[in-house]
Protein backbone atom coordinates (compact mmCIF):
# COMPACT_ATOMS: atom_id res chain seq x y z
CA UNK A 1 0.00 0.00 0.00
CA UNK A 2 2.37 2.60 -1.09
CA UNK A 3 -0.60 5.14 -1.56
CA UNK A 4 -0.98 5.76 2.10
CA UNK A 5 2.41 6.88 3.09
CA UNK A 6 2.47 8.94 -0.02
CA UNK A 7 -0.73 10.14 0.99
CA UNK A 8 0.28 11.03 4.43
CA UNK A 9 3.01 12.78 3.36
CA UNK A 10 1.05 15.53 1.04
CA UNK A 11 -1.46 15.56 3.98
CA UNK A 12 1.90 16.74 6.34
CA UNK A 13 2.91 19.21 3.25
CA UNK A 14 -0.94 20.81 3.84
CA UNK A 15 -0.67 20.94 7.16
CA UNK A 16 2.47 22.80 7.13
CA UNK A 17 0.81 25.03 4.44
CA UNK A 18 -2.52 25.92 6.00
CA UNK A 19 -2.58 28.96 4.63
CA UNK A 20 -4.04 27.57 1.09
CA UNK A 21 -6.55 26.02 2.55
CA UNK A 22 -7.32 29.45 4.03
CA UNK A 23 -6.92 31.21 0.45
CA UNK A 24 -8.77 28.52 -1.53
CA UNK A 25 -12.09 28.75 0.96
CA UNK A 26 -11.59 32.84 1.13
CA UNK A 27 -13.22 33.62 -2.99
CA UNK A 28 -16.18 31.30 -2.09
CA UNK A 29 -17.07 32.48 1.26
CA UNK A 30 -17.32 35.80 -0.03
CA UNK A 31 -19.68 34.68 -2.93
CA UNK A 32 -21.75 33.37 -0.04
CA UNK A 33 -22.07 36.10 2.52
CA UNK A 34 -22.11 39.25 0.39
CA UNK A 35 -22.81 38.14 -3.48
CA UNK A 36 -26.08 36.29 -2.73
CA UNK A 37 -26.70 38.54 0.05
CA UNK A 38 -26.89 41.68 -2.42
CA UNK A 39 -27.72 39.84 -5.62
CA UNK A 40 -30.64 37.79 -3.68
CA UNK A 41 -32.40 40.76 -3.50
CA UNK A 42 -32.83 41.18 -6.94
CA UNK A 43 -33.21 37.30 -7.68
CA UNK A 44 -36.75 37.34 -5.51
CA UNK A 45 -38.68 38.94 -8.48
CA UNK A 46 -37.24 36.03 -10.71
CA UNK A 47 -39.02 33.03 -8.48
CA UNK A 48 -35.61 32.79 -6.88
CA UNK A 49 -36.80 32.58 -3.10
CA UNK A 50 -33.55 31.80 -1.43
CA UNK A 51 -30.54 32.94 -3.29
CA UNK A 52 -27.87 31.73 -1.37
CA UNK A 53 -29.45 27.86 -1.90
CA UNK A 54 -29.30 28.41 -5.38
CA UNK A 55 -25.72 29.77 -6.19
CA UNK A 56 -24.46 27.04 -3.57
CA UNK A 57 -23.55 24.27 -5.79
CA UNK A 58 -21.89 26.33 -8.07
CA UNK A 59 -19.87 27.39 -5.12
CA UNK A 60 -18.75 24.15 -4.35
CA UNK A 61 -17.42 23.57 -7.39
CA UNK A 62 -15.58 27.06 -7.39
CA UNK A 63 -13.84 25.87 -4.10
CA UNK A 64 -13.51 22.26 -5.36
CA UNK A 65 -11.22 23.52 -8.46
CA UNK A 66 -9.78 25.82 -5.98
CA UNK A 67 -8.67 23.32 -3.11
CA UNK A 68 -7.67 21.09 -6.22
CA UNK A 69 -5.58 23.75 -8.12
CA UNK A 70 -3.54 24.54 -4.76
CA UNK A 71 -2.17 21.02 -5.06
CA UNK A 72 -0.49 21.99 -8.40
CA UNK A 73 1.14 24.59 -6.40
CA UNK A 74 2.31 21.81 -4.34
CA UNK A 75 4.21 20.07 -7.35
CA UNK A 76 5.99 23.00 -7.72
CA UNK A 77 6.95 23.81 -4.57
CA UNK A 78 8.40 19.88 -4.12
CA UNK A 79 10.35 20.87 -7.27
CA UNK A 80 12.13 23.31 -5.61
CA UNK A 81 12.89 21.49 -2.85
CA UNK A 82 13.75 18.11 -4.68
CA UNK A 83 11.33 16.45 -3.07
CA UNK A 84 9.36 15.90 -6.14
CA UNK A 85 12.09 14.18 -7.78
CA UNK A 86 13.62 12.03 -4.83
CA UNK A 87 9.86 10.30 -5.27
CA UNK A 88 10.40 9.97 -8.92
CA UNK A 89 13.24 7.35 -8.30
CA UNK A 90 12.02 5.56 -5.30
CA UNK A 91 10.76 2.23 -5.91
CA UNK A 92 6.54 2.81 -5.72
CA UNK A 93 4.57 2.70 -8.35
CA UNK A 94 3.81 6.09 -10.53
CA UNK A 95 -0.19 5.47 -10.36
CA UNK A 96 0.24 5.39 -6.49
CA UNK A 97 2.03 9.01 -6.73
CA UNK A 98 -1.31 10.51 -8.62
CA UNK A 99 -3.59 8.87 -6.40
CA UNK A 100 -2.07 10.02 -3.77
CA UNK A 101 -1.77 13.59 -4.76
CA UNK A 102 -5.80 13.07 -6.14
CA UNK A 103 -6.98 11.79 -2.56
CA UNK A 104 -5.25 14.67 -0.64
CA UNK A 105 -6.86 17.37 -2.93
CA UNK A 106 -9.93 15.17 -2.78
CA UNK A 107 -9.73 15.17 1.44
CA UNK A 108 -9.06 19.26 1.04
CA UNK A 109 -12.31 19.50 -0.93
CA UNK A 110 -14.28 18.17 1.28
CA UNK A 111 -13.32 20.40 4.15
CA UNK A 112 -13.70 22.83 2.54
CA UNK A 113 -17.05 22.11 0.79
CA UNK A 114 -18.11 21.52 4.47
CA UNK A 115 -17.42 24.69 5.75
CA UNK A 116 -19.53 26.03 2.61
CA UNK A 117 -22.30 24.02 4.03
CA UNK A 118 -21.92 24.88 7.17
CA UNK A 119 -21.93 28.60 6.54
CA UNK A 120 -24.86 28.10 4.18
CA UNK A 121 -27.57 26.63 7.22
CA UNK A 122 -26.82 30.26 9.03
CA UNK A 123 -28.78 31.24 5.55
CA UNK A 124 -31.52 28.86 6.05
CA UNK A 125 -29.98 26.38 3.29
CA UNK A 126 -31.67 23.21 3.61
CA UNK A 127 -31.24 19.99 1.45
CA UNK A 128 -34.48 19.20 0.35
CA UNK A 129 -33.93 15.75 -0.71
CA UNK A 130 -33.35 14.46 2.79
CA UNK A 131 -30.62 12.21 3.62
CA UNK A 132 -30.18 10.20 0.36
CA UNK A 133 -29.91 13.19 -0.95
CA UNK A 134 -26.73 14.04 1.07
CA UNK A 135 -25.39 11.24 0.02
CA UNK A 136 -25.55 11.60 -3.73
CA UNK A 137 -23.99 15.02 -2.95
CA UNK A 138 -20.89 13.47 -1.40
CA UNK A 139 -20.18 10.95 -4.21
CA UNK A 140 -21.06 13.84 -6.84
CA UNK A 141 -18.03 16.21 -4.97
CA UNK A 142 -15.95 13.19 -4.84
CA UNK A 143 -15.85 12.60 -8.63
CA UNK A 144 -15.97 16.33 -9.77
CA UNK A 145 -12.86 16.40 -7.07
CA UNK A 146 -10.99 13.81 -8.44
CA UNK A 147 -11.54 14.99 -12.39
CA UNK A 148 -10.70 18.35 -11.07
CA UNK A 149 -7.78 16.83 -9.05
CA UNK A 150 -5.79 14.90 -11.70
CA UNK A 151 -6.38 17.52 -14.40
CA UNK A 152 -4.90 20.08 -11.88
CA UNK A 153 -1.51 17.60 -11.60
CA UNK A 154 -1.40 16.98 -15.32
CA UNK A 155 -1.92 20.65 -15.91
CA UNK A 156 0.66 21.23 -13.75
CA UNK A 157 3.33 18.69 -15.10
CA UNK A 158 3.10 20.41 -18.44
CA UNK A 159 3.71 24.04 -17.53
CA UNK A 160 7.06 25.46 -16.33
CA UNK A 161 6.45 27.47 -13.31
CA UNK A 162 3.77 28.25 -10.89
CA UNK A 163 2.91 31.39 -12.13
CA UNK A 164 2.31 30.52 -15.54
CA UNK A 165 0.12 27.57 -13.86
CA UNK A 166 -1.90 29.89 -11.87
CA UNK A 167 -2.33 32.43 -14.78
CA UNK A 168 -3.73 29.60 -16.73
CA UNK A 169 -6.18 28.13 -13.52
CA UNK A 170 -7.47 31.41 -13.24
CA UNK A 171 -8.23 31.60 -16.79
CA UNK A 172 -9.81 27.89 -17.12
CA UNK A 173 -12.07 28.60 -13.35
CA UNK A 174 -13.53 31.56 -14.48
CA UNK A 175 -14.67 30.29 -18.03
CA UNK A 176 -15.98 26.91 -16.28
CA UNK A 177 -17.41 29.24 -13.47
CA UNK A 178 -19.37 32.07 -15.34
CA UNK A 179 -20.35 30.16 -18.52
CA UNK A 180 -22.19 27.72 -16.23
CA UNK A 181 -25.60 28.02 -14.16
CA UNK A 182 -23.56 28.78 -10.92
CA UNK A 183 -24.62 32.83 -10.42
CA UNK A 184 -28.35 32.27 -13.08
CA UNK A 185 -30.56 30.10 -14.33
CA UNK A 186 -30.42 28.97 -17.71
CA UNK A 187 -33.73 29.20 -19.17
CA UNK A 188 -33.42 32.37 -20.51
CA UNK A 189 -30.11 32.56 -22.40
CA UNK A 190 -30.42 32.04 -25.87
CA UNK A 191 -28.02 31.56 -29.00
CA UNK A 192 -23.92 31.06 -28.59
CA UNK A 193 -23.91 31.53 -25.16
CA UNK A 194 -26.96 29.21 -24.28
CA UNK A 195 -24.57 26.44 -26.40
CA UNK A 196 -21.68 27.47 -24.58
CA UNK A 197 -23.28 26.96 -21.48
CA UNK A 198 -24.37 23.78 -22.16
CA UNK A 199 -21.40 22.18 -23.57
CA UNK A 200 -19.88 23.49 -19.79
CA UNK A 201 -19.53 19.61 -17.93
CA UNK A 202 -19.98 22.41 -14.89
CA UNK A 203 -22.90 23.17 -16.00
CA UNK A 204 -25.00 19.79 -15.42
CA UNK A 205 -23.15 18.86 -12.13
CA UNK A 206 -24.30 22.25 -10.33
CA UNK A 207 -28.06 21.52 -11.94
CA UNK A 208 -27.67 18.48 -10.48
CA UNK A 209 -26.41 19.44 -6.98
CA UNK A 210 -29.34 22.42 -7.37
CA UNK A 211 -31.55 19.69 -7.67
CA UNK A 212 -30.58 17.65 -4.85
CA UNK A 213 -30.57 20.86 -2.38
CA UNK A 214 -33.71 22.51 -3.47
CA UNK A 215 -36.13 19.99 -5.03
CA UNK A 216 -37.73 16.86 -2.62
CA UNK A 217 -37.42 14.66 -5.48
CA UNK A 218 -34.20 12.87 -7.51
CA UNK A 219 -33.61 12.46 -10.69
CA UNK A 220 -32.64 9.68 -11.00
CA UNK A 221 -31.69 9.91 -15.27
CA UNK A 222 -30.20 12.89 -14.90
CA UNK A 223 -27.88 11.59 -11.92
CA UNK A 224 -27.25 8.42 -13.73
CA UNK A 225 -26.04 10.83 -17.12
CA UNK A 226 -23.86 12.87 -14.77
CA UNK A 227 -22.19 9.77 -12.73
CA UNK A 228 -21.12 8.33 -15.92
CA UNK A 229 -19.79 11.53 -17.13
CA UNK A 230 -17.66 11.90 -14.28
CA UNK A 231 -16.39 8.46 -14.31
CA UNK A 232 -15.14 8.97 -17.57
CA UNK A 233 -13.64 12.76 -17.20
CA UNK A 234 -11.88 10.76 -14.24
CA UNK A 235 -10.33 7.97 -16.03
CA UNK A 236 -9.08 10.83 -18.76
CA UNK A 237 -7.62 13.36 -16.24
CA UNK A 238 -5.94 9.80 -14.35
CA UNK A 239 -4.83 8.69 -17.83
CA UNK A 240 -3.09 11.94 -19.03
CA UNK A 241 -1.51 12.72 -15.56
CA UNK A 242 0.07 9.31 -15.58
CA UNK A 243 1.14 10.33 -19.33
CA UNK A 244 2.57 12.86 -18.13
CA UNK A 245 4.23 11.99 -15.01
CA UNK A 246 5.97 9.22 -17.06
CA UNK A 247 7.44 11.89 -19.59
CA UNK A 248 8.74 13.64 -16.45
CA UNK A 249 10.83 10.88 -15.63
CA UNK A 250 12.51 10.47 -18.97
CA UNK A 251 13.67 14.64 -18.70
Not at 122 to 148: D, K, Q
Request: charged share 10%; hydrophobic share 55%; aromatic share 12%.
Amino acid sequence: MSVVPLLWRNMKWRYHNAFTIVMTILQPMLWLVLYSAVAGQTMKGAGISNYTAFILPGLVVLVSFSACSSGGIMNYLMKAEGSFYRILIAPVPRAAIITAQILEAVFCTFLEVGILFGAGLFFSVRIASGFAGMLLIVLIVFLTACFLAGLTYTISLRLPNEVIYETVMNAIVLLAFFLSTALFPADTLTGPLKIAVNLNPFTHVINILRGLILQGEIDMDGLARIVILLFLLCAGSFYFALRCLKREMSL
